[in-house]
């Protein structure tokens, strides 16, 4: 398990986040081989999820305004891990995040065919009801093919820092690298 908070260097056309070219993201990663039954899968997706929902329940209690917080995931085609999904990354998460509404199989998923057996998206209402997405992620197969094991397993996400800062917080934010 890894993590990391840097500036991040987006182009065009891979910059689902946010549309400037230099942005601040919060990035998690986590490694490690699958077990029968989907287990590790659902629940490192469940323990990045809450990771993320948990920082936006935190920018809200600091003042930030949003509105509704939704959390949209895309299984991959053919993918034989929609019941540990429900059971142990839905479920849980519902239960720990009861304002959160939860989506399985979402339909607008930007990544669609990147990220398997699935990925998803976090995304949360501005004062406007305008929803901003704010954090993406989901399995890669690049430690499997790295380490050639087919058991091995790569879960990544970033959350757009800087954008919930400007779409959430109330009042103006001085640009990076000034004080107010």
């Known amino acids: 398990r890894l993590c990391t908070s840097h500036r991040e260097?987006?182009?065009?056309?891979?910059?689902?986040?946010?549309?400037?070219?230099?942005?601040?993201?919060?990035?998690?990663?986590?490694?490690?081989?699958?077990?029968s039954g989907f287990h590790f899968e659902a629940e490192r997706l469940r323990e990045q999820l809450d990771i993320q929902l948990r920082l936006l329940a935190a920018l809200r209690r600091e003042g930030g305004r949003m509105g509704l917080v939704?959390?949209?995931l895309f299984e991959a085609h053919g993918s034989l891990f929609?019941?540990?999904?429900?059971?142990h990354t839905v479920g849980p998460l519902s239960r720990g995040h009861p304002d959160v509404r939860i989506v399985a199989d979402g339909e607008h998923f930007p990544l669609r065919g990147y990220y398997a057996p699935v990925g998803f998206s976090v995304l949360a209402e501005d004062e406007?009801?305008?929803?901003?997405?704010?954090?993406?992620?989901?399995?890669?197969d690049w430690t499997r093919r790295l380490l050639e094991r087919d058991e091995e397993r790569l879960l990544v996400s970033t959350m757009a820092l800087e954008k919930m800062c400007e779409a959430f917080s109330a009042g103006r934010h001085p640009a990076p690298g000034t004080h107010d």
């Open 128 to 140: 406007a009801g305008v929803e901003q997405r704010v954090g993406i992620g989901g399995f890669t």
């Open 70 to 72: 939704r959390v949209e």
């Open 82 to 87: 929609h019941r540990a999904l429900l059971e």
């Open 9 to 35: 260097l987006h182009v065009p056309f891979s910059a689902p986040l946010r549309s400037e070219s230099h942005a601040r993201v919060f990035a998690l990663s986590t490694a490690g081989a699958s077990t």
